[in-house]
């Protein structure tokens, strides 16, 4: 069993700064990936970044911009979301996610596809709030 709390969620303005951090517990060896994602008001959750965890590789959705930076230190079990530059629209519930992922699955998501179905365990989530 997997179990993923995150924390850092908030409310600041428009152009600050916020640091998501997901702490993971429990029998990480069936993980090799953790990602970002996030539902804003009223929409569907979507993808944010991910990063496969043997090896750092990275993949970000295309409306961060350069503006959010994923990272992990194994030695805490933590991935953290570093979001510069927020902008209102990035209001959202923001949820940590983990799984043992393919090769293939990998390479969807280094494609752009990064779908929540391929994580199967998620974390309670963070808010979020960009005024």
């Known amino acids: 069993h997997v179990q993923l709390v995150e924390s850092g969620g908030g409310s600041v303005q428009a152009g600050g700064s916020l640091r998501l951090s997901c702490v993971v517990s429990?029998?990480?060896?069936?993980?090799?990936?953790m990602a970002w994602f996030r539902r804003p008001p009223g929409k569907e959750r979507e993808g944010v970044a991910a990063i496969y965890t043997d090896g750092g590789a990275t993949a970000y959705a295309k409306y961060t911009e350069d503006r959010f930076i994923i990272s992990q230190d194994k030695g805490k079990n933590t991935v953290c979301l570093q979001m510069d530059s927020l902008k209102p629209e990035d209001t959202a519930k923001y949820y940590c996610a983990a799984d043992k992922v393919s090769y293939v699955q990998w390479l969807l998501v280094l494609s752009g596809r990064l779908e929540e179905g391929l994580y199967g365990h998620w974390g309670q989530g963070t808010q979020v709030t960009v005024s």
């Open positions: 429990g029998n990480t060896s069936h993980t090799n990936s």
